[in-house]
């Protein structure tokens, strides 16, 4: 069964520094897709990184990149120089190729950042 | 662009009256999805449209009614709810169900706060 597993309720943050979060995965897809989307207070649900299963290099974008590390089926999301706007709720989810219209979310990581 | 507009942004209604949410897209996305999420919980797939045929419904209870009346819209009528109902229901669109990259990412609109009383 496919399954995506983030253990950190909540995440502590000074400004200006970098985090990790953390995000496990289940699946038995040889081909699949993994996401990171952040969810600030007021609902809307925003993309932040995409990683293919068989991309060689790790996703980035910005101040955000993806840490996949297929053999342990990781996906960390490391996002550097923390921001205040960075506080928020993240999910990790995942997609897998054979039923592509489908998303598998996380149950999430609050991440609170402090100045 | 990666926009997916809502309307209303708060929504509230009685057991016995018939809204609608609605959903629009202008990116050429031939995708579009309802979720439900409770406060603290990862969104819930309710329905997927896939070029404007419904392709997924996920046991939904026929209170909840989706429409699409062409590619960039996306309606969802309630009527009958129940207070457990309250939720916040999330519009996301993606360019395709198909192939892989970014191709399947789902991008949302800001929801709709549904109170039901």
């Known amino acids: 069964a496919q399954k995506i597993t983030q253990t950190q309720p909540g995440m502590f943050v000074q400004e200006k520094e970098a985090v990790t979060l953390d995000c496990t995965y289940d699946?038995?897809?040889?081909?699949?897709?993994l996401f990171w989307y952040k969810q600030p207070s007021s609902g809307e649900m925003i993309f932040l990184i995409y990683q293919g299963s068989y991309d060689q290099q790790n996703a980035t974008e910005g101040r955000y990149s993806l840490n996949f590390q297929k053999a342990r089926k990781s996906a960390n999301l490391v996002i550097s120089a923390s921001q205040l706007g960075d506080s928020a709720m993240y999910f990790c989810?995942?997609?897998?190729?054979?039923?592509?219209?489908?998303?598998?979310f996380g149950t999430g990581t609050r991440l609170q950042v402090f100045p | 662009d990666t926009e997916v507009t809502q309307t209303p942004k708060h929504l509230v209604m009685g057991m016995t009256n018939k809204k609608s949410l609605k959903c629009e897209q202008h990116m050429g996305h031939r995708a579009m999805y309802w979720y439900k999420q409770k406060a603290k919980k990862p969104p819930e797939l309710m329905f997927v449209?896939?070029?404007?045929?419904?392709?997924i419904n996920e046991s939904v209870p026929s209170r909840f009614s989706p429409e699409c009346p062409n590619s960039s819209l996306l309606n969802l009528h309630l009527h009958a709810l129940q207070p457990e109902d309250s939720a916040l229901y999330l519009c996301?669109?993606?360019?395709?169900?198909?192939?892989?990259?970014?191709?399947?990412?789902?991008?949302f609109g800001p929801g709709t706060r549904l109170t039901v009383l």
């Open positions: 699946t038995s897809d040889p081909s699949y897709g």
């Open positions: 449209y896939s070029y404007e045929k419904l392709s």
């Open positions: 989810a995942m997609s897998p190729d054979h039923n592509t219209d489908k998303l598998i």
């Open positions: 996301a669109s993606s360019q395709s169900l198909v192939g892989r990259g970014t191709g399947g990412t789902q991008y």
